[in-house]
């Protein structure tokens, strides 16, 4: 009965989602558009849009995103304004809470009231062709999701799109990518169980005898009262304060749902660029594989968007990887250049202690009164309105309203002597420069048009949240590199602890200039290679961070370049970017082979290290072996010693003296320690030192371990471990079964009942790579093996020819369940292949599958209001923007 019950659920859903399933041939009528717009998709679905007009392209490449994607999108909106509550239900009112306090949606009505009319108009031609699309596709025919969403919350309609959703998810993207408020967190939560001088231990300086930064030279040079960046300049001096640093997020803001990135420290990303003098070619190659958390459909879209004729009125000719929600091509080429993002690390976030009384706040010795102070209502599902009191302090909103992690911070953390009294403790605030109204959203259309190095640096300037490392190659054989973004200058301290907000001396006294960023063109070398790692020697004068990625994956694809046999050729950068070679375990393997065991039960499995290649194969069972042993070091040497606050919640121990079991607060994203490159560099660093404390693990003071002592456990444990998850036989042992990625629906698939976690979700896909690696399916060392992060696309740009460029995405081109295209492109993804990547209007005709003809159909669906609430901060109003 069960089976027939399910099978019968099954045929309902797969009847029910085809009716969500986008025309993707003959010819649609379409409200807002001025002419004629072509939309041409390959056997992958994906669409290469073509048009007259700028903004009838825009139109064109909303409708095409609402057909495949509407429902992420809906969802996408409803978390940056803080309304999932309204879609889900109680469940969601804490995320709605924070979200709320952040105040995203807000800064988006500020960012979108400032931009330049050109892009304005951009964003509402886009939101147009939305809503043209919703107007003739309600409940079910917009996505199957909402025939599911109805049975919890029946009677639920979409609103119509409007700009600020669009640009709201900027603040989105720059969230999951400011990288350094976990770091701050987790520094003040260790400090109740570890003294300053271990925390350090446990956060080493970069490595920059071993892995080389991004930019190996150059430096700030003055011209008169200007200053710049000049890669030929002579560094200064090594600044001491340049090598601090900072990095990622906290237990409460785990419990948000995924946008990009998991809150590991080990997540990053790839990109490099090689000159045409070291490629096969003769012309430059780039490639980029950022690095997210994985979701189903996959974050990113692929997309051309193709002006028939490019000049004053359609400037586009352009193709890559989009957002379903934004217009514009965020990662990709157009017909001239081609460029590539990882996240440049930078420290853009500050905690502030903050002494409240009443409506007031401390600074510099007088009480003032905040700088907002409002109310907000969230509406929920199937339940009573929620309230949540925003607060808001010259520094920026105060987080512990929301927040029981970044409370304890208020409690714990370290202050001077003075300080005002603590009593029952001081109040967070935030600051975060994405919480300023920016410009990455005309920047995002200015590089969509660059034609040129120049061109390409303009659109870069105005992009000010998230900051990037920006790679860059044109087709006359030019590479370059711009860090853009703003990027603080305190006053004093470097950002490693919350500071103080009632003292001025910790302020933010201004940004870096743009000119004096790092930036690096047509580099001796032939190649620039950023993987997270060092933007720059510790001789530059401003402090971006230094606590960077530790540069593992960067120094090994910079190995593969330099001790290349002969030239690149682009299928050679594709192997590349599948290169599994285990980093810890070239340093740690000898060392665990010298650990004299005497147990044959476990000399066996040891014995398996011997002649392994050091690579995270999914089919090695050395590799299953050694990551087991990796995280029982781990594991042993620290995670034990660390307070809960920071442990994983499946990590408990008994107390001795009254029998009270305590676990650890931290979900698997962000417990410590999560086995990141910071951890190898822990790890290299005491590895010299037979008698460190870090390996002692005995309670008896007379029997201390030793370095071997530990490792000898951790191989025992290992061996333990992996007996009891894959069996006796290690034969049948590989990474692939303790390494294993599942692909979920971030909504209904991740929180939904079971029969629709089966209907929307696949894998489970044994996986090689690893955390650390240039195959970097991450994991989190503390909770398990299980697939956290991933390479969320791979592209790779040959310059000498757009059409011979290859490109892969995690999943496929449509979100609707059971659709021939809503995974089809994951087999190869995990296999490390690539599909064609058509271009030119020649190579997109022979790759042709479908043709869907756009035309004029009336005047356009009216958008959703572009003006903040009334009252203010709520979604929704139709009042006009402020100042």
Not at 134 to 144: E, N, P, Q, V, Y
Not at 272 to 288: C, F, I, Q
Not at 740 to 746: P, R, V
Request: proline share 7%.
């Amino acid at each position: 009965m069960l089976a027939i019950c399910a099978g019968g659920l099954g045929w309902w859903g797969w009847q029910l989602s085809r009716d969500s399933f986008p025309q993707t041939s003959g010819t649609v009528r379409v409200s807002g558009l001025t002419g004629k717009v072509d939309v041409v998709r390959d056997a992958h679905g994906i669409p290469q849009v073509y048009a007259d007009t700028s903004e009838d392209l825009f139109r064109g490449q909303g409708f095409v995103h609402a057909q495949d994607r509407f429902w992420e999108m809906d969802v996408r909106r409803h978390m940056t304004a803080g309304r999932l509550s309204e879609m889900f239900g109680s469940g969601q009112v804490e995320n709605d809470k924070f979200l709320r306090t952040l105040g995203w949606r807000k800064v988006a009505e500020q960012e979108y009231a400032a931009l330049p009319p050109e892009s304005q108009k951009f964003l509402q031609a886009y939101s147009e062709g939305v809503n043209a699309y919703l107007k003739d596709h309600k409940g079910t025919d917009a996505s199957f999701e909402y025939g599911l969403l109805g049975v919890v919350h029946d009677g639920y309609k979409p609103e119509p799109w409007g700009p600020i959703d669009s640009v709201a998810w900027l603040k989105a993207m720059a969230w999951d990518l400011r990288t350094n408020l976990q770091d701050e967190i987790d520094r003040a939560l260790l400090s109740d169980k570890l003294t300053v001088n271990q925390i350090d231990e446990l956060y080493p300086p970069y490595p920059y005898d071993t892995n080389e930064p991004i930019v190996k030279d150059g430096a700030v040079v003055k011209d008169g009262k200007a200053e710049r960046f000049a890669q030929d300049a002579l560094p200064a001096a090594p600044s001491k304060g340049a090598q601090n640093a900072l990095s990622d997020l906290s237990k409460s803001l785990a419990n948000l749902p995924s946008l990009f990135s998991e809150k590991s420290s080990g997540v990053g990303s790839n990109s490099w660029v090689v000159a045409g003098s070291r490629t096969t070619t003769g012309k430059p190659l780039l490639a980029n594989d950022p690095h997210l958390s994985p979701s189903l459909p996959s974050v990113w879209y692929q997309m051309g968007l193709h002006c028939r004729t490019v000049g004053p009125n359609c400037a586009y000719d352009v193709s890559g990887y989009t957002f379903s929600g934004m217009p514009g091509v965020i990662i990709g080429h157009n017909q001239k250049i081609s460029w590539g993002f990882t996240n440049l690390g930078a420290d853009v976030t500050d905690l502030y202690l903050e002494k409240v009384q009443g409506e007031s706040v401390l600074y510099d010795n007088k009480y003032e009164p905040f700088v907002d102070s409002r109310d907000e209502t969230i509406k929920v599902a199937g339940g009573a309105d929620r309230h949540v009191k925003v607060r808001t302090t010259r520094h920026g909103p105060i987080l512990t309203d929301v927040s029981d992690e970044l409370s304890d911070v208020g409690k714990d953390a370290p202050i001077p002597d003075p300080s005002p009294q603590r009593e029952e403790g001081f109040a967070v605030a935030l600051r975060w420069t994405a919480l300023d109204p920016g410009t990455s959203m005309d920047a995002l259309f200015k590089l969509d048009k660059a034609q040129n190095w120049n061109e390409f640096r303009t659109a870069l300037k105005s992009f000010d949240a998230p900051s990037q490392n920006a790679v860059y190659a044109d087709v006359d054989g030019h590479i370059g590199y711009q860090a853009p973004g703003k990027i603080p200058v305190r006053r004093s301290g470097d950002g490693r602890w919350p500071v103080y907000g009632w003292d001025p001396k910790y302020d933010w006294d201004s940004f870096i200039p743009f000119e004096s960023l790092p930036n690096v063109f047509d580099p001796k070398d032939g190649y620039i290679v950023t993987a997270n790692n060092a933007v720059t020697s510790p001789a530059y004068p401003y402090l971006l961070t230094s606590d960077w990625g530790y540069g593992a994956r960067s120094q090994r694809i910079v190995e593969m370049i330099t001790k290349a046999p002969g030239k690149i050729d682009p299928a050679m950068m594709q192997t590349m970017q599948a290169d599994d070679l285990n980093p810890v375990a070239q340093l740690l393997v000898p060392y665990l082979l010298a650990v004299k065991i005497d147990d044959p039960w476990v000399r066996q499995a040891q014995d398996l290290l011997k002649d392994w290649d050091k690579r995270n194969d999914a089919d090695s069972k050395a590799a299953a072996y050694f990551n087991s042993v990796w995280r029982q070091v781990l594991m042993l040497a620290f995670g034990d010693k660390m307070p809960f606050s920071v442990r994983a919640d499946n990590d408990c121990a008994s107390n001795a003296a009254n029998n009270d079991v305590q676990c650890g607060a931290r979900d698997d994203s962000t417990a410590q320690p999560d086995g990141g490159d910071r951890w190898n560099e822990v790890v290299r660093s005491l590895l010299e030192s037979q008698e460190s404390p870090w390996w002692n693990i005995s309670k008896d003071p007379g029997a201390i371990t030793t370095r071997d002592g530990l490792l000898h456990k951790a191989m025992t444990e290992a061996r333990k471990e992996l007996t009891a998850r894959l069996g006796k036989d290690m034969d049948t042992w590989s990474w692939g079964r303790l390494h294993t990625l599942t692909l979920q629906n971030q909504t209904l698939g991740t929180e939904g009942p079971g029969v629709v976690k089966f209907m929307l979700n696949r894998g489970p896909y044994e996986m090689s790579g690893g955390e650390g690696l240039v195959n970097a399916t991450g994991w989190n060392a503390a909770q398990g093996y299980g697939v956290t992060t991933v390479p969320s696309m791979r592209m790779v740009v040959d310059l000498s020819n757009l059409d011979a460029s290859r490109w892969i995405n995690l999943t496929g081109a449509s979100g609707h369940v059971w659709h021939d295209n809503y995974t089809d492109q994951t087999d190869l993804w995990r296999k490390g292949k690539t599909l064609a990547w058509p271009f030119s209007p020649a190579a997109v005709d022979k790759a042709a599958k479908d043709r869907l003809t756009l035309e004029p159909g009336g005047p356009a669906v009216p958008s959703a209001p572009t003006g903040p609430p009334g009252p203010p901060g709520q979604p929704g109003s139709s009042t006009p923007p402020g100042p």
